[in-house]
């Protein structure tokens, strides 16, 4: 059978090449050809860091020790001068990016929150304003929220201060922060 098998593909070989025999490369075409954008790399491992750092992020943020703070509404990093809050809360500087976390539960704003701060380091952005809302509509009416948040910042490097601002930036429902260059 094998034989028989290779008989055959010796002849199919032998009619495939008796007609292809005068066959000539055909002459180069008169044109060029357009450029094309080659695709951009995909960075597997930073995304793979990235997502590790945010499932780190999400297990700091809901761990049971509660952060105390002085007065809820500001974090200053030590060391840093204390007017920086009082910036802070009047908007000195310019808000160069804001997040809306209105709608989302508590695991999706602090996933939201550090992907947005890591994007906002990578781009150099130093204010930004996050509003989580005042908890309003949140059962018990209490400001879930705002607590998950702000106990996030406290924990992140980046983040050297953040305050409330006035009532016309978002006042309780927002904070304004700080971030390091």
Known sequence: MKKA????????DIVFREAVKDVRPMAPANRI??????????????IEDERAVLAELANLATDGDDVEFEDDGVF????LPRDILRKL???????????DLHGLTGDEAVAETAVFLAGCKRSGVRCVRIIHGKGLRSP????VLKRRIRKLL???DEVLAFAEPRAVEGGGGAVVVLLEA
Do not use: C, N
């Not at 050809?33 to 930073?46: D, G, N, S, T, Y």
């Open 33 to 46: 050809e357009p450029f094309r954008r080659l695709p951009a790399p995909h960075p597997a491992k930073r």
């Open 154 to 156: 406290t924990r992140r």
């Open 89 to 99: 809360r009047r908007t000195h500087w310019v808000i160069q990016a804001s997040l």
């Open 5 to 12: 098998r290779a008989k055959h593909e010796a002849r199919e």
């Open 76 to 79: 200053l990093r030590t060391g």
């Open 140 to 143: 018990g009416k209490e400001p």
